[in-house]
């Protein structure tokens, strides 16, 4: 069965999002961060959500968990939490 590892980022806003997303692309880092701005409490962990299965996140989430390039953030991703970027650090088929 496919795993995937991930971390993210969980803010209220896709203008919050688009913000973070330019600052990791600017060169900062994404745990740090995660650590400052995301809702989420694995933003304490760096935004580390540990591995997973398909069917374990919300269906916008695992869509482009499963199918995103590895160590590219991604994002703004809405679901019914938030906006996430996300960025996929491992996957197995």
Same mark, same amino acid.
């Given at each position: 069965?496919a &795993?995937a590892?991930?971390?993210?980022?969980?803010? %209220? +806003?896709?203008? &919050?999002?688009?913000?973070? &997303?330019?600052?990791?692309? @600017?060169?900062? %880092?994404?745990?740090e961060?995660? &650590?400052?701005? +995301?809702?989420?409490?694995? !933003?304490?962990r760096?935004? %580390?959500?540990?591995?997973?299965?398909?069917?374990q996140m919300?269906? @916008?989430?695992?869509?482009?968990?499963? +199918?995103? %390039?590895?160590?590219?953030?991604?994002?703004?991703?809405?679901?019914?939490? !938030?906006?996430?970027?996300?960025?996929?650090? +491992?996957?197995?088929d």
């Amino acid at each position: 069965m496919a &795993k995937a590892q991930a971390r993210h980022i969980l803010v %209220d +806003s896709e203008e &919050k999002c688009g913000q973070l &997303k330019n600052e990791i692309a @600017e060169g900062a %880092d994404f745990a740090e961060v995660a &650590k400052q701005h +995301s809702s989420c409490p694995s !933003g304490q962990r760096g935004g %580390d959500l540990g591995e997973f299965s398909p069917g374990q996140m919300v269906r @916008e989430f695992d869509e482009v968990v499963f +199918s995103a %390039d590895l160590n590219t953030v991604q994002g703004p991703v809405k679901t019914q939490f !938030g906006y996430h970027l996300i960025e996929v650090t +491992s996957r197995t088929d």
